[in-house]
């Protein structure tokens, strides 16, 4: 059951809008289920006698009556609007249901608490199977103003409660750091226009997804600006600098002129000041967007995310949040470094964890600078790493599901369910990716011999887990990744050991995946040792040039053969 409050001026016109036929006819038979006074709310939607007119007149009459007492003096924002709908396949709730719904709701949000007499008046019409609408005038008896802080949020609260007692589907509490909802008018609109997103929503997309590749807030204007979105930012009077911005999607106008959404009414961290605690106003140091080494924003990039989960384990809060955030970057330019099939999943992980990626804990962006650096390079990321790019999804696999349950421990309802969905679409964009890799890689699995030698070294180096390895069906694919690990020049005994030990692998439901990951992301000690040895022999004279030659990774040697015929 969703409440949405807001607030306007116009009774009539709200009056006009439930009792009338609706923007596309959608309104049938518009009545009143409850009042602050049935008998003194005369309701258009029953009374045969007198013209649809007359009665809206006396209606608005009679609900605006305590505004007219105040001798015209008419307050800001006085009519007060909380559509109530029950969710997708919830049970059909006659009017008495509704009547009683609607009386909690007013009474939890302080426009009629019970058993007060000079309460706001207000009604609830249904004009619909599944939802009511409650409007009233947020003037009581005695002239004064109701007490309606938080009511959106008590209002969610109280519809926990009916959901509960009424059998209807337990929805996820909020923590009013939630977007804002597009309107049934802007849903009807894109409609019109067979869009399946609304301006609305596209713009929040367009907005997350620019702010995790760009370093600066003036490169996020120059990036929104080339895609044809229109921006126009909000310049103090007295200052003259930037206090913040509005953005307008191509072709969407009303009556010939854009129509604007702030960032703030895009998302809350979407807010100039918001932005700001994340991206410079001007770039400090010059950074270049191509690297020497093209794998090598994959390797810092995977390393920075496998720390994430340790930071959810260990750290206070406002870290985690900010690591949260910082990791809802990482996942936007993740998709956009991916190619295949797989990027439509990854895509929408990154749109899932959006939700996910704030809280009402305030957080600390500074702590997670790191992440957010090696994330902003995946954006100029041009090189495919094959494997590296697969162990980087599988870290980020864990820490979605890390989020969820951070987020769960705390309460935090909507933001854990986000986390789990965007859990989901990752699982299926990393199998997508990971399951012809593993295939290739128990297809050239080495030889017997060398198999049975690397069980000895897994039996001696994890003897506690050694079983379960070699029960998981990934331990073909396992044994070509230690054979190659050996070719680069590491011990495999030691290699496992020191893998297993970054994180337990009681939880592990594949742990020879889990192994296979962690060692393709291993650097290349031989040619580790070879750039040494260069450097140590180069003269110091003058600044030597960086190796045009990428060094090889672990999952870029080629697999041991070894096979005699």
Same mark, same amino acid.
């Given at each position: 059951m969703v409440p949405d409050v807001s607030t306007g001026s116009s009774t009539p016109?709200?009056?006009?809008?439930?009792?009338g036929k609706g923007r596309r006819d959608e309104h049938t038979d518009p009545h009143i289920v409850a009042a602050w006074d049935m008998a003194g709310a005369p309701d258009p939607g029953r009374d045969p006698t007198a013209t649809y007119t007359q009665l809206a007149r006396r209606l608005d009459h009679h609900v605006d009556l305590r505004t007219r007492e105040l001798g015209g003096k008419q307050?800001?924002?006085?009519?007060?609007?909380?559509?109530?709908?029950?969710?997708?396949?919830?049970?059909?709730?006659?009017?008495?249901?509704?009547?009683?719904?609607?009386?909690?709701?007013?009474?939890?949000?302080?426009?009629?608490?019970?058993g007060d007499d000079k309460a706001c008046r207000w009604i609830a019409v249904r004009h619909a199977d599944d939802h009511?609408?409650?409007?009233?005038?947020?003037?009581?008896?005695?002239?004064?103003?109701?007490?309606?802080?938080?009511?959106?949020?008590?209002?969610?609260?109280?519809?926990?409660?009916?959901?509960?007692?009424?059998?209807?589907?337990?929805?996820?509490?909020?923590?009013?750091?939630?977007?804002?909802?597009? +309107?049934?008018?802007?849903?009807?609109?894109?409609?019109?226009?067979?869009?399946?997103?609304?301006?609305?929503?596209?713009?929040?997309?367009?907005?997350?997804?620019?702010?995790?590749?760009?370093?600066?807030?003036?490169?996020?204007?120059?990036?929104?600006?080339?895609?044809?979105?229109q921006v126009r930012p909000r310049v103090g009077p007295e200052t003259g600098e930037v206090t913040g911005y509005s953005l307008a999607a191509p072709s969407d106008?009303?009556?010939?002129?854009?129509?604007?959404?702030?960032?703030?009414?895009?998302?809350?961290?979407?807010?100039?000041?918001?932005?700001?605690?994340?991206?410079?106003?001007?770039?400090?140091?010059?950074?270049?967007?191509?690297?020497?080494?093209?794998?090598?924003?994959?390797?810092?990039?995977?390393?920075?995310i496998r720390h994430t989960h340790a930071v959810l384990d260990s750290s206070d809060d406002a870290v985690a949040q900010g690591?949260?955030?910082?990791?809802?970057?990482?996942?936007?330019?993740?998709?956009?470094?991916?190619?295949?099939?797989?990027?439509?999943?990854?895509?929408?992980?990154?749109q899932m964890f959006n939700r996910a990626r704030r809280s009402a804990i305030r957080a600390d962006h500074q702590a997670a600078i790191a992440l957010r650096g090696a994330a902003k390079e995946l954006a100029y990321a041009t090189h495919d790493p094959g494997g590296l790019a697969i162990a980087l999804l599988f870290a980020a696999l864990h820490v979605t599901r890390a989020a969820a349950k951070w987020h769960e421990q705390r309460g935090h309802e909507q933001q854990a369910a986000a986390a789990e969905e965007a859990f989901r679409h990752l699982q299926t964009g990393y199998q997508q990716a990971a399951q012809p890799v593993l295939a290739d890689l128990a297809r050239r699995?080495?030889?017997?011999?060398?198999?049975?030698?690397?069980?000895?070294?897994?039996?001696?180096?994890?003897?506690?887990?050694?079983?379960?390895?070699?029960?998981?069906?990934?331990?073909?694919?396992? +044994?070509?990744?230690?054979?190659?690990?050996?070719?680069?020049?590491?011990?495999?005994? =030691?290699?496992?050991?020191?893998?297993?030990?970054?994180?337990?692998?009681? +939880?592990?439901? =594949?742990?020879?995946?889990?192994?296979?990951?962690?060692?393709?992301?291993?650097?290349?000690?031989?040619?580790?040792?070879?750039?040494?040895?260069i450097t140590r022999n180069t003269t110091p004279v003058a600044p030597t040039p960086q190796p045009t030659s990428t060094p090889t990774t672990v999952s870029e040697r080629p697999a041991e053969r070894g096979r005699r015929r």
């Open positions: 016109g709200l009056i006009n809008y439930l009792f307050p800001p924002q006085h009519v007060w609007h909380c559509p109530v709908r029950t969710a997708p396949g919830d049970r059909y709730l006659t009017d008495a249901e509704w009547a009683e719904v609607a009386r909690r709701i007013v009474a939890a949000t302080g426009i009629a608490p019970e009511i609408h409650i409007m009233a005038t947020t003037v009581r008896a005695d002239g004064r103003r109701p007490r309606t802080n938080r009511d959106g949020w008590r209002a969610q609260r109280e519809c926990r409660e009916i959901e509960a007692e009424f059998g209807l589907r337990r929805l996820k509490s909020g923590d009013l750091t939630a977007p804002r909802t597009p +309107t049934g008018a802007e849903r009807a609109k894109a409609e019109r226009q067979g869009r399946e997103e609304t301006a609305r929503e596209w713009l929040r997309e367009q907005a997350y997804a620019v702010a995790a590749a760009v370093r600066t807030i003036d490169e996020y204007f120059t990036v929104l600006r080339s895609l044809g979105i106008t009303a009556n010939g002129e854009p129509v604007w959404y702030g960032g703030s009414k895009l998302a809350p961290d979407l807010s100039y000041n918001r932005l700001c605690e994340r991206l410079p106003t001007q770039t400090l140091v010059d950074h270049p967007q191509q690297v020497a080494d093209p794998v090598e924003p994959w390797h810092r990039a995977e390393a920075a690591y949260l955030n910082a990791f809802g970057d990482a996942l936007h330019n993740v998709a956009l470094a991916t190619n295949g099939r797989r990027r439509t999943e990854l895509q929408a992980a990154a699995a080495p030889r017997a011999t060398t198999a049975s030698r690397f069980e000895q070294d897994l039996r001696i180096a994890l003897p506690d887990h050694a079983d379960r390895v070699l029960s998981d069906p990934a331990w073909p694919a396992l +044994t070509t990744t230690l054979a190659r690990a050996e070719t680069a020049g590491h011990n495999p005994r =030691r290699l496992l050991a020191e893998v297993a030990a970054r994180r337990e692998l009681d +939880t592990a439901d =594949r742990p020879a995946e889990v192994l296979n990951w962690r060692i393709t992301v291993q650097p290349n000690r031989r040619a580790q040792a070879t750039r040494s040895r």
